[in-house]
């Protein structure tokens, strides 16, 4: 069955520091999303991407978040100057075109900042 | 707006007997929602999901859970837990409605399910 897969599994970074979290969707989704997870926390949505742009994105991901698409397979999350309050699992999805169709998640990355 | 409310942050039963995690939801039209299963170090696996069909969906490993309206709940239920299935499960709405581009999944706080031998 094909799935969502997610590098690195684990990084660990400085503050201040710049972090690409990296996915690969699903071959032929749509629709792809970050959500993240802070320890003891609920997994909170942070953006979605449709069509090569932002369809939403939430209060949380300000200025320092970008996501991009850049060659058609992967998915990439961007923090620009990493904060220690950035440290979480993020979790990368994807669906196909149906708005009911489930996202179908990775198995996340998680990102420790000093 | 959408939201779910898991009643229990813990539920500890034992092998072999039933299994049932509550969980409300809240929202302004026919809601989507889904139930999903993270093991320790593991991504979230969708367990089942519910999208306005039959009320009553059937999942992976065993799971079931009913859509009642009335009560606004979608509660998983299996009938033997199995050592396995000790895991944090999620109840989850999508949080547009039909049309809407984004369909993005809005959690519940999670149930931390045990299962003694």
Redesign the interface.
Known sequence: EPE?T?TPSHQVTQMGQEVILRCVPISNHL?F?W?RQILGQ????LV?F?NNEI??K?EIFDDQFSVERPDGSNFTLKIRSTKLEDSAMY?C?S?GGL??Q???????TRLSIL | AQSVTQLDSHVSVSEGTPVLLRCNYSSSYSP?L?W?VQHPN?????LL?Y??AATLVKGINGFEAEFKKSETSFHLTKPSAHMSDAAEY?CVVS??N?????????????TLLAVQP
């Open positions: 969502v997610q629709y999303y959500y609920k997994v909170e949505f979605s449709y369809s939403e939430s979790f999805a669906r708005s009911n489930p996202q179908h998640f990775g198995d996340g | 989507s889904f999903y593991k991504g979230l696996q969708l999901k999208t306005s999620f949080g547009t039909y049309g809407g581009a984004t369909n993005k999944l809005i959690f519940g706080t999670g």
